[in-house]
């Protein structure tokens, strides 16, 4: 085989993109395409649920990877597959049994991502020295999170905005927050049917602007006109669905205020009309808590279609949002999305076909006549055989011991009430902290170790990303304690901790490098993947009830105490200090001209 050396910039960003953007469509886009498909969260639920499993179980084929081809040809063709895949996606959407065909797609695009991130993971290894792994592991992350904010966000404003330019102008309705001295009380919108057709069709609000007291609503109440307006809609046959009666709740009990408020349509459909209305813009805080979703027909197009917004209890200042509601083809839409994602797919096929290296490494395990049964057994044997494995699992299971509960505790922490210990944000504020400001500090705080190890190795800085990954959760310590009313102190202190955990981290990916560095560096680095999955699942098993137990004042104090063990752990790993450090030996000269 011919060697090639290609710049990393070349390949690298694009390939860690192109990789996590098929796992987005099929976690999150699915889901969200078939919401808006109209079909009920139960069955997103139970039809999307499984499609996890493929990156569950990959290291148990990880091994063929290794075996079987090279890896540069596995990423390709993946990718050509993916492209297919993607393909039928879009062309059984507009069919009547596209749910059928297009879950039968995206089980073929789970497999085929998962194998793919394999083959990538192992390339990455092969295609860059040890310093060039170390400098752009913060690279490769950033790059990937690049396609998680591009399928959970672009990816939904193009479909969204497919819906709006294939159908009827949408509707823009703005609610605000107010604060008013005398009692506002939430009321349903007063209507009359209207029997005369427009010439044009069109959608109509009763009003384009609605005010809602910042204030608690009695929850009992809030419940009762919910309920109403949920029976209201499925008797005129805009929703499915059988009428209930609103559970009592507590005395004294308090909720968030609504409004209330209906869409119509201005004239009679020749065909069923599906109107979908959500959040555009503003405070999160204010959200659609019934009428996302509505079908007109010939028979109901003159009657309202009730919708309910509600604050969240804790919003106590005036702010506003935008909802919009609109009626396209939906399934043109979400076809002609994707359409678009199979041609940027055969666009990485072609790209990575001819920019990716060659590197002389890259090859086939199997040799000879061995089966490839027997080659795949001593492929996991094998990593389990290395040198004080047990003291690596260890590291993998322990290293993140702290902040793997404290992922999971976080945000309930941010929006629990004052009185049990949390920060009483409301839900547009936790989402602005973690959204915008935690993800900037983790993406700093990546690409800034992987530059650092590279100068100096990983064994040199392990100890400061250790201690960058656990020292910071004295933040929330501090936030526990003082419970600080100012917003930018909040997201200093989330910007801190999710800054040294991006820092932090990339000494795990890099000591993943480490070990599974060998003969079957591609199905080990698999496996160890596996080892990362199992050290968030376990400690988040059990974070919720010890903050129960503890309350978060001392759960927090706990976290930090959870890093001793990893101190312990530390102190036994042996690593190679020229691990990861940029050198100018003559071989790696000889190989970067090659």
Known sequence: MKTTKRNPWAWVPSLYFAEGIPYVIVMTVSVIMY????????????????????????????PLVDIVRTKRFWIVIMQLILGAGLGGVALTIPGDDYVKYTLAFFWLLAFSSATHDIAADGFYMLGLSQNEQTFFVGIRSTFYRFAMITGQGLLIMLAGYLEVSSGLPPVEIHVKSVISQSEMKPSLPEFAIDTVSADTLGLQSNSTSILVQASPLDKHTGDSLIAFVKNQNILNKFVEGTTSQPKVSGVGEKTGNIGIGYIKLSAKPDKDVHVITDHNSGDKSITLIEGSRFTFTAANWNKPAYFVVQLDKKLKSESSATFQSRAGDLKHAWSVTFFILTGMFLLFFLYHALVLPKPVTDVAIKQGDKSIFAEFLKTFAAFFKKEKIGVSIAFLLIYRFGEAQLIKLASPFLLDPRSVGGLELTTGQVGFVYGTVGILGLTIGGI????????????????????????????????????????????????????????GFTAYMLYMIYISDGEYKTAHYAITTGFMALSMMIPGLFSGYLQELMG???????????????????????????????????????????
Request: positive net charge.
């Open 552 to 594: 978060y004042k001392f759960f927090f104090i706990w976290i930090l105490l959870t890093m001793i063990p990893g101190y312990w752990i530390l102190k036994k790993i042996q690593i190679n200090p020229e691990f990861g450090k940029k050198k100018i030996a003559l071989a790696e000269a000889v190989e970067d001209n090659a």
């Open 35 to 62: 919401k808006r498909l109209g079909l009920s969260n139960t069955e997103i639920a139970l039809y999307t649920s499984w499609l996890y499993l493929p990156w569950v179980i990959k290291p148990f084929w990880s």
């Open 448 to 503: 800034l170790g992987g530059v650092l190890a590279s100068r100096q190795g990983l064994k040199h800085w392990l100890w400061w990303m250790f201690l960058a990954i656990n020292i910071p959760h004295l933040l929330y310590i501090y936030l526990s304690f003082m419970q600080p009313e100012n917003f930018i102190i909040i997201n200093l202190c989330v910007a801190g901790e999710q800054f040294g955990y991006g820092f």
